[in-house]
């Protein structure tokens, strides 16, 4: 979810604006500290190449439509439905997305940082974004198109910019989703929560389930929150996942991370400290 983490003039980089991540400075002063950095993002080889070589990616990719599949068809069961208030049975059903490393593919965008040990900056996340050349998640194309068979509306909600609509909407038709305009795009405008997105679709339909690869795109309950606290909200929402809240794995980049970097602006030096300090040894 580039709920919070490419390419034309790579070699023109380090003249980018502000990390996606942290929030703050000016955008002068972001790109100033941009053009002195060196991103140290050798540890994100692993993740990336899992998510483009691993067989196991897919197949965890398929089980996670799979269960959404599983889920819908559930709601659809007379005897589940006739368990919602009067007011819910009334309202169209909706789905609620995220699309980065949910729906479409960035792997190549962060593999190409990797190369060229660039951080996360907006000039080159806009430029792959206007590419349009991300690719569909294993089984999200089929989902989309048997959710909607059923009735379902599909809402596309992502912390891309809004000035990123278009190639947005662009990108998710190439690949084959279905019902994609810009009713059902909701991109980011100010804030990066998705709640007061979430109440915008909630006002008019009944959200079945939430699809993401970030814990902030299925509830706030777990933003802002500390490594501890996460798992915490995870394990009291434990009955949800696989069943309201379906997840899609992303170990590339995430809230997950600015959890342990305790959400602030760090250098490349002390993230990677803040990385090593946190693993759990024997």
Not at 53 to 76: P, T, V
Not at 253 to 261: C, M, P, R, S
Request: aromatic residues 10%; hydrophobic residues 40%; proline residues 2%.
């Amino acid at each position: 979810m580039r709920s919070k983490k490419y390419f034309l003039g790579f070699a023109l980089i380090v003249s980018g604006v502000a990390s996606g991540y942290f929030a703050g400075s000016s955008v002068a002063q972001q790109g100033t500290a941009l053009a002195q950095a060196s991103a140290n993002n050798e540890y994100q080889v692993g993740a990336t190449l899992y998510m483009q070589k691993a067989g196991e990616y897919r197949a965890l990719a398929y089980q996670a439509f799979n269960m959404a599949r599983w889920s819908l068809d559930a709601d659809l069961d007379k005897r589940n439905f006739r368990k919602l208030t009067k007011a819910e049975q009334k309202k169209p059903r909706a789905i609620m997305v995220d699309i980065d490393e949910t729906m479409l593919d960035n792997s190549p965008a962060q593999a190409l940082a990797i190369k060229n040990r660039a951080p996360f900056n907006l000039k080159d996340w806009y430029a792959w974004g206007e590419m349009r050349k991300a690719k569909a998640i294993p089984g999200a194309v089929d989902f989309a198109k048997y959710a909607r068979s059923l009735g379902a509306k599909v809402f596309f909600v992502s912390n891309r910019d809004e000035v990123q609509k278009q190639a947005t909407i662009d990108n998710l038709k190439s690949v084959g989703f279905p019902d994609v305009s810009d009713e059902n795009v909701l991109l980011k405008t100010a804030e990066s929560s998705k709640e007061a997105r979430r109440q915008i679709i909630l006002a008019k339909y009944r959200i079945v389930m939430f699809i993401g690869d970030n814990l902030d795109d299925h509830s706030n309950v777990f933003e802002k929150k500390s490594v501890d606290d996460r798992f915490a909200e995870v394990d009291k929402a434990k009955d949800l996942f696989g069943k309201r809240y379906i997840m899609l794995p992303n170990a590339m980049y995430g809230t997950w991370e600015n959890a342990i970097y305790g959400y602030g602006r760090l250098t490349e030096d002390q993230k990677t400290e803040k990385r090593l300090n946190a693993l759990e040894l024997p």
